[in-house]
């Protein structure tokens, strides 16, 4: 039921009021994917309107003309089923975007634990926790799952927008979704009478959708949530909302001659207008750098960050290329609008040109940054705190052209609504263990069960201390980070976690580290030998190499000299003389011989010896070293690390999931969480009066 006298934050009143006195008679749009997520959750401003503004309208829109989100080389594509449902990790659903077709689990969200994460603040090596595992990939998917969250997406080739997804062949993978995310949402739910209750909003969505497809055969996707988000408006208000309508971007941005001079197509004459149409390109440009939005080059000669949605042709980029030939880049045809010298420079010409060619039903919707400044020609936006991640980069796009001296239309400020979700749980939080009667119960999912350290709570604690949790498992990275050795992290898994099975594997690694020490010790006594062997051939080397050196000494002082009289007694015919010398040093070889090479001939032989020895003596160290009883305790040792290292990884990955979770889903609370856990409506109530508003000017307009 409605709320005769409604509170709110004093923010409320003064942000509605700006609008509708500087801006009167704008609309408030609140434009968003889905249905199923948090946009129904924008109540909060109807309910404010309906206390400050009556008479504003507030239109909930559904951005249908994005393409449905594909994974091409998933394995869901193999199913034979037009649509699947997946989760998002990072391993095989890595590149997933799937805005128009996700739901979350009570608490969950899609907060991706990625690999960098976990190694970069939590000091996991998932090298080694994926070493032992059974299958590395399933584990790895496990480690970087975002909890309590999925999406749909196509799997037949083509593309299609929102707008183009049959209902009927999205309705199985789309009750499966609804299916899993409110009956895991029951999970959390403590109590026989709160458990039925929850049920029972599942129930209420899933028929919804069902009604409608049986009514509407042949509607859209975007039909559907056009239906749903008046029914969750009227759910959280308790009562049908006033100065409500549905819309899609197809109806908004329907582009043709009769819908050419409306304001939301003014920003589009500045890319049109050939004296404005390079500053505005550049400012383009220069808003997406650096994001994963492509700039106009990456489109093709003469690409404008424009798109046309054709009926039954598919979406592509406006072009003009310089010689004025008009196009359409879609895939795979090109769409020539107008041969060259049409000198297009209005958006007046560009309708009769796109309603002449193709129609009236062609939507034009701005890509990126522009999409923005587009409508809030005519809109005053609504974002939640968090929401639409190119506000920033559409500021930095405007703030160029106003420097570059270019007259902009007059754009509405984005409303934004920062919700205290969590905080408004209870109406009387308190970090007291022992819960009031009365007080609802949750049962929390693994991540949050670590952060609060019990597996139920109280709505009043769980108000009172998530800020706390999350601190704590900030804390708890760093603390798991410093942890470099197998046996600390032991330590600590036994500790904290208080488990039997972590002092027994601590036992069973302290004993394969000892039985290993003792190879080890075995091994280097051995090794100590063999170095001392080395010592001895280098000893050796060196007497013998002495030796030859005054073997060579010898021979150069007493055998050279002689030798040189031969010849040259030989040269003078004295060959009796010769033969008496020759004699001589024949005599002098023998005796050193006999002085020298013995003593050499040792040394070598010992220095053969050595390295024999060392040979042995290695083989006896490899054998000690890959005995079993090496093996069985390296074994053991890798398998417990490996254990361990995939412990930590969970550690970290929960530490993530509530760090990043909790706050997000704080400020973007899916709408049906409210009556799910409070069917009397108090805590949507309660979010209502303390969500706070505040005004966000585009461009840094003030």
Known sequence: MNDPSPTFHPSAEATVRAVTAEFPGTPFLALGQ???WDEPTKAALRRALDAFAPEARLIAAVHDTDYFAKLPGHPAAATGNKYALVGHDDARTRGLWSAAGEMSRLFG???????ALLEQKGGVSLHKALDSALDSD??????????GWTGIIHTETGRLTVREVPLHDILPALLEQVDWATQGSVECIEGGNAREAAQSVGAKIRGWISAFARMHGTATLSDLYCDLLPRFYELLLGSPPSNLSASTTTRLLRFNRETA???????????????????????????????DAYTLDRFGTGALPFDLVVPGKGRGTLCILGDGTVLIETAPQTITLCDQGCNLSSVEQLANLVERELGPEVVLVGKAVTLLPMLAAEFAFVFHEGASGYTDRTHRMLAYLREKGVVLP??????RIRHHTWDTLSDSPSCSEDAPVGSAVLRLPEF????FGRETISTDEFAACWQHAVTQEENRLKEVAALRSPRDLLSYLARVEEKKEWAAKTRQYEAARLRLLGVWDRAQALQGRIYTLYDQVRRLRTEATTLEQRKGDDFRAHIQPLREQVQTMLADGGSDAALVLAQRIASLQIERTARFDPEIAALRSQVRYALATVRELKSIRLGMERSSEAITARSTMRQIESEVEVARARLVRNALQTIQGLPHTAYRPSAWWFPLVDPSGAWFRRLTETAEFYLEPLGGER
Do not use: H
């Open 448 to 451: 949050l069960c670590q952060a």
């Open 109 to 115: 969200s899609e907060d991706v634990p990625t690999r």
């Open 410 to 415: 007059a754009l509405r400020p984005i409303l």
């Open 138 to 147: 399933a584990l790895f998917s496990e480690l970087t799952a975002a909890w």
């Open 34 to 36: 889905t249905a199923l």
């Open 261 to 291: 001079p409306l304001p939301r197509f003014a920003f589009l004459d500045l890319f049109l207008n050939p004296f404005t149409r390079r500053a505005a390109i550049d400012a383009y440009n220069l808003g997406v750098a650096g994001s």
